[in-house]
């Protein structure tokens, strides 16, 4: 069974700094999807990026990237010039690409920006 | 705003009881799944539904059921209430449930908040 897992239950960064988040994931696949949502504290889910395993290119969406290491299975977030508004509860989520397609969610890591 | 709508926002009942969530999926979305988040944690896949049939099945306890209607909304029942049953419900939808769009991306609904006391 795949598993996600993330390290970092909270990071703190200060407002326009650099902030990188990890995850790990576990999966026998060779084909799949990885996202990153943030959750606000309205609780609704955002996505933030989506990575397709099969492509070696790192996904990048504005201050929004990420670095896909799918031998080490490894899947890290960072976020640049960070803002206020980030402050979020940061998920990484894995799906099959074939299947079942239900996401595997890790526990998810709180980000505080500093001012 | 994702386009899913889930309701009620808030739902607050005694153990034992039973209660139904619903959740009407994007304009076009065949497919429903539902996750359960309990208090700082992540979320738990429940159960997908795809045009109407079940297609997957997760971590749902046999108290839990959901059904998928003609009209693409979906319900999940809850029965036999208990406090650990306390979580933040969500409900996704995604165009298909295979490869026909490559990503298949979930859109999120604002989720029911579920207090059990």
């Known amino acids: 069974a795949q598993t996600v897992t993330q390290s970092q239950p909270e990071m703190s960064v200060q407002e326009a700094e650099t902030v990188t988040l990890s995850c790990t994931y576990d999966?026998?696949?060779?084909?799949?999807?990885l996202f990153w949502y943030k959750q606000p504290p309205s609780r609704q889910m955002i996505l933030v990026i989506r990575?397709?395993?099969?492509?070696?290119q790192n996904a990048t969406e504005n201050r929004f990237s990420v670095n896909f290491q799918k031998a080490a299975k490894s899947f890290s977030l960072k976020i640049s010039d960070s803002q206020l508004g980030d402050a979020a509860m940061y998920f990484c989520a894995y799906r099959s690409a074939s299947g079942t397609y239900k996401y595997i969610f890790g526990t998810g890591t709180r980000l505080k920006v500093l001012a | 705003d994702s386009g899913v709508t889930q309701t009620p926002k808030h739902l607050i009942t005694a153990t034992g009881q039973r209660v139904t969530l619903r959740c009407s999926p994007r304009?076009?979305?065949?497919?429903v799944y539902w996750y359960q988040q309990s208090l700082d944690q992540g979320l738990q896949f429940l159960i997908q539904?795809?045009?109407?049939?079940?297609?997957a099945k997760g971590n749902i306890l046999e108290r839990f059921s959901a059904q998928q209607f003609p009209d693409l909304h979906s319900e999940l029942n809850l029965s036999s209430l208990e406090l650990g049953d306390s979580a933040l419900y969500f409900c996704?939808?995604?165009?298909?449930?295979?490869?026909?769009?490559?990503?298949?991306?979930?859109?999120f609904g604002p989720g029911t908040r579920l207090t059990v006391l």
């Open positions: 996704a939808s995604s165009v298909a449930g295979g490869r026909i769009v490559s990503y298949n991306e979930q859109f």
């Open positions: 539904y795809y045009n109407g049939e079940e297609r």
């Open positions: 999966t026998s696949e060779s084909d799949y999807y």
């Open positions: 304009s076009g979305d065949l497919s």
């Open positions: 990575q397709e395993a099969y492509k070696q």
